[in-house]
């Protein structure tokens, strides 16, 4: 059973282009987490999605944000007109049902590591 | 507002020595609790979980927490650590009621010295 998926692994973009990170969840998971570890710090929750719906986005930043959890295919999340403070690493998690409802955990992938020159 | 504090960045110990990290949670309702690891370059594995039943909690590579809610704690703990348990451990909190989302703390930094 293959894990979380995410792509690319590393993601170098200049200021003002578009970065599209994809998240492919385990087999059987329909629930997706992004999240964001800048440099020295811990990760900070993003946004919440089950497909085709956005549950959670309160850590979204407001501009230039956005995430997408389509019927088919991976969940996208995008940056428009990056900066060089969206360096980071972008986690994606999956569950099989929500963290919170009997506590099944989050698998996470292996991040993709967006560097803005 | 649910928040996770993890007491030092940066904790050394030597080869076989107990490893102590420590973790408090601030919630008003019962959690779940989680500890994470990361080894450089990779994403986050599950070392262990509080889900409300047993308070001392085993996982996996020998590392235990134990869940004192009069404390707020879910230290993390191993008797003997070895050379691989060196990497960013990281605890996490979650709540019933707020979809799932995992709130982190800062991550502390594990070296193992020979």
């Known amino acids: 059973n293959a894990g979380v998926m995410q792509n690319p692994r590393h993601l170098v973009r200049r200021r003002g282009q578009e970065a599209r990170l994809r998240c492919s969840p385990m087999?059987?998971?329909?629930?997706v987490y992004w999240y964001r570890q800048l440099p020295e710090e811990g990760l900070k929750f993003m946004v919440y999605?089950?497909?085709?719906?956005?549950?959670?986005e309160s850590g979204m930043p407001k501009e230039r944000f956005s995430a997408e959890f389509p019927k088919e295919g991976p969940s996208i999340l995008r940056i428009q007109q990056v900066v060089r403070g969206d360096s980071a690493a972008y986690f994606c998690?999956?569950?099989?049902?929500?963290?919170?409802?009997?506590?099944?955990?989050?698998?996470f992938g292996p991040g993709t590591r967006l560097t803005v020159t | 507002a649910q928040s996770v504090t993890q007491l030092g960045s940066h904790v050394s110990v030597s080869e076989g020595a107990l490893v102590l990290l420590r973790c408090n949670y601030s919630?008003?309702?019962?959690?779940?609790l989680f500890w994470y690891v990361q080894y450089p370059n990779q994403g986050l594995q599950l070392l262990l979980k509080?889900?409300?039943?047993?308070?001392l909690v085993k996982g996996i590579n020998g590392f235990e927490a134990e869940f004192k809610k009069s404390e707020t704690s879910f230290h993390l703990t191993k008797p003997s650590a070895h050379m691989s348990d060196a990497a960013e451990y990281f605890c996490?909190?979650?709540?019933?009621?707020?979809?799932?989302?995992?709130?982190f703390g800062q991550g502390t930094e594990l070296s193992v010295k020979p």
């Open positions: 998690a999956s569950s099989q049902i929500p963290t919170g409802q009997g506590s099944h955990e989050q698998y």
């Open positions: 087999k059987g998971h329909s629930h």
């Open positions: 999605l089950q497909k085709e719906n956005i549950i959670d």
């Open positions: 919630s008003s309702v019962p959690p779940y």
């Open positions: 509080y889900t409300s039943a047993a308070t």
């Open positions: 996490a909190v979650s709540l019933y009621n707020q979809g799932g989302k995992l709130i």
